[in-house]
Structures are given as C-alpha cells and as structure tokens.
C-alpha cells in the first residue's frame, strides 16, 4: 500500500529487504539539542527511555503508559533523574499543549483503539513545539517472528489501521512527513520460555492460549530454534512526522 504525499511516498512495506539496525542509532539523527524535552507515548517497560535518559543527560525525558500495572513497576524502579512517568494513554495526555520537541512511539501506534488513533495522533500534534517531530516506528506485518506471533496474535488490520491514520494525519495537515526509514530490528529468544515471557504473557495482554494452540505455536517457534536460540530480524517502518 501507497499513498503520494507532496514529494513523498508513504509506503506500508519497503520495496526491498531492509538492513537490521538499532532502532536508538537511528533516532540519534533526530534527538534535540541541549535542554530539549521528548515524550515516549506507551512505553512498556520504559527499557528505551531509560537508555535515551542516560545517553542524553542534558535531556528531559517523560514516559507514559495505560497499562496501570506496567505503570506502577516503571515508577517503582530506579530511574535517571531526568526521567519522570506518567500513567495516560495516547488518546488523551494530561500534558500542556506545545511543551515537547519529540514525541516517540516504539511499536504503540497500532496498540491504541482502532476508533482512537485519529485522536491519539491529534494528541501528539497538540503537544509538539512548532516544528517539533514525531517519531512513530511500526512494525510492517511480514518476517518469520509475525509468522509465529499471528497464531496466537493477528495485528494485521491494527498495523494497517496505524498507518492509514498516519496517512490521513498528514493529508489532514497536522504534519508534513519528512521521510520514511525501513530497517530490520533484530529479536534474539534463548528458547521458548523466554519468548513465551517476553512476548505472551506481557502485562499489557497476557494471550491465553488453548493447549492446542501453545503446543502450535511451540512447533513453529521450534523452526527457528537453533543452538544459541531463536534469532529473528522483524521489518519496521519509521514515519517521521513534522508539525506542518
């Protein structure tokens, strides 16, 4: 899927295999400068913010998250001091309006309510300084990983709605996209325990699967396995997105 935007092309899925790269390295290119403020929208277990408040000291970090018992452990942690939390989802953020010079979205966009993400990406344009970015990093729905998850976890029409509000996000005007970066991210699992921990019963929804299915999914998962673990690289997608 394609939608023509000004000069640019926005598409769902790269045209080619995309090179694996860390996410953090990418996102490097963007941070702001000395005394700038950035806002992580869903951040889980806050294992980003927490690496970007220590890579940039000189940075006010804020993380939120909906998922109330996630929420609690975020708080409850050390964390550095530039880092704070606050317990919200995307759709509606109990923040000031242009206080933010990057808004983050690492794989969340697709997690908020299909009917909310039109007003979760007014939120973030709310939030932005003018010409503030937002970063909002998807995961394409293709790789062997998604061949495993959509037994139990089928995302793509969530995935699809994600980008569709994206397009019209910016056919709307709240944002220019400035460019679109396709890069693999690569998932190591030591065996299945680990992912079964990771992926399947993370807080924020703790699938229940059926004897059946598990002893499915534990068949595919075992595809990949090899003797240091399962090593997976799952396409992404970046839309970077400019206050217009």
């Not at 998922?67 to 530039?82: G, L, R």
């Not at 932005?128 to 995961?139: D, F, M, N, R, V």
């Not at 980008?163 to 890069?183: M, N, P, S, T, Y």
Request: aromatic share 8%; glycine share 6%; charged share 25%.
């Amino acid at each position: 899927m394609t939608s023509r935007l000004g000069n640019i092309d926005m598409k769902l899925e790269a045209n080619a295999p995309a090179p694996a790269a860390d996410e953090l390295t990418l996102l490097s290119e963007v941070m702001p400068g000395s005394g700038g403020r950035v806002l992580e929208l869903g951040c889980g277990a806050a294992e980003k913010s927490r690496t970007l408040a220590l890579a940039y000291p000189d940075l006010e970090l804020m993380a939120t998250e909906v998922d109330i018992a996630q929420h609690a452990k975020n708080t409850a942690a050390d964390k550095p001091a530039n880092l704070s939390f606050e317990a919200a989802g995307a759709q509606a953020l109990p923040l000031e309006d242009g206080s933010f010079d990057l808004v983050l979205m690492f794989k969340s966009l697709h997690h908020v309510p299909t009917d909310l993400i039109p007003q979760a990406l007014a939120e973030v344009r709310r939030v932005l300084k003018p010409g503030g970015l937002a970063w909002i990093s998807e995961p394409v729905f293709a790789g062997e990983l998604n061949e495993v998850m959509r037994l139990f976890h089928d995302e793509q029409q969530v995935r699809l709605a994600a980008f569709e509000g994206v397009v019209q996000a910016v056919e709307a005007g709240l944002f220019q996209c400035e460019k679109q970066i396709f890069f693999g991210d690569p998932r190591h699992f030591p065996d299945f325990q680990a992912f079964e921990n990771k992926v399947i019963r993370v807080t924020y929804a703790d699938h229940q699967l059926s004897p059946e299915l598990d002893r499915k999914v534990r068949l595919r998962f075992q595809r990949y396995l090899g003797i240091d673990g399962a090593h997976f690289v799952s396409p992404m997608r970046v839309d970077l997105l400019r206050v217009a």
